[in-house]
């Protein structure tokens, strides 16, 4: 492999880095946020301004739910490079989609708009991404998820705090220690009906559901139908959209009987007992006042231009290491930048146990080689 191939690919592998967000949390409020348009979406502006109404009031419902502790300060949205370019569009700077906390994408199964968090942590860790469908986001499918705000609330709990979803959808009942049969949920205070519900050739059938002779419980088909109106306030993991849920479940009225994937992974525990004992907890106080509203930052994916500067004098010439993969002892960093030019000078340096080389630029000596790539 040439001496430039091999540095390349170096370049290349620092560019892409690795799937880490960049959320901090600084004085109750979240900064960093990056909610990413995926490239295979269609341009359409309206798109924007429902992240920008969903995280709005995402902001609020969640401020409330953590008993005025979080909100979400300032959030990025990164938009596609084929979007037509306008004004308000910034150039993005260390953001990517690797970076991207929320992902709005065509669904994963086609006609499938659930929203989702890739999930395959244990409870209390950090999650890897939220995905929402634009279908979802343009407010289409409120009718089967509920308002798209509160939502979002519960799929950041999944992906911040490791919590788990208070159903479950492949054991949705189960028999309580009172010998009655239970839809799993959390609360317990939230009432309904269990019915079959089966619709075929443009009819549907309602009917009482049947006991199962093996399984003491319900018949498959069989579903709880929360009641519309409620008033208990339990819980934002188990059914968000239900119009007086506004907490999540704590110690006081978790429901521990349950086979839901919270008391599973958390071993019992409720949700707010988790999320209380996270990192973002014991940093923070109370608030006081309102937070404000989120501030927006609008990023265009553009074009990264590559300089590199090599030096080719004397002092490469180091036999026991092909710079820069040939050498596991190798260490340091490269240092690129977007745009080249006289005005800008950057170093790297790699170094190992005998050899310390410098590489610098922009440099008009005979002995430095200045490459770029588009990326």
Known sequence: MGFFSSVLLLVLHLLQGSRTSLVQLNANGYEGVLIAIDPAVPEDETLITEIKDMVTAASTYLFEATEKR??????????????????????????SYKHADVIVAPPTVPGRDEPYTKQFTECGEKAEYIHFTPDFVLGKKQNEFGPSGR??????????WGVFDEYNDDEPFYMAKSKKIEATRCSTGITGI????????????????????NTKLY?????????????????????????????????????????????????????????????????TEVMVAPPPAPVFSLLK?????????????????????SLPLGCSTLHGGLSTVTSCGHELKRSSEYYNERVAIELEGPNPRTSVLSRKWRI
């Open 151 to 160: 939502l979002f609330v519960h799929e950041w709990a999944h992906l911040r």
């Open 219 to 283: 018949e498959k088909d069989c579903q709880f139908f929360p009641d519309k109106y409620q008033t208990e306030k339990t819980s934002i993991m188990f059914m968000q959209g239900i119009d007086s849920v506004a907490e999540f479940c704590n110690e006081k009225n978790h429901n521990r009987e349950a086979p839901s994937l919270q008391n599973k992974k958390c071993d019992s525990r409720s949700t707010w007992e988790v999320i209380s004992s996270s990192e973002d907890f014991n940093i």
């Open 70 to 95: 979080f909100y979400f300060k300032n959030v990025s949205i990164l938009i596609p490079e084929s979007w037509k370019n306008i004004t308000q569009y910034k150039r993005q700077k260390q953001e």
């Open 301 to 321: 994916i553009s074009e990264r231009i590559v300089c590199l500067v090599l030096d080719k004098s004397g002092s490469m010439s180091v036999s026991s290491c």
């Open 194 to 213: 269990n019915r079959v519900n089966k619709c075929q050739g443009g009819s549907c059938i309602t009917r009482t559901c049947r006991i199962d002779a």
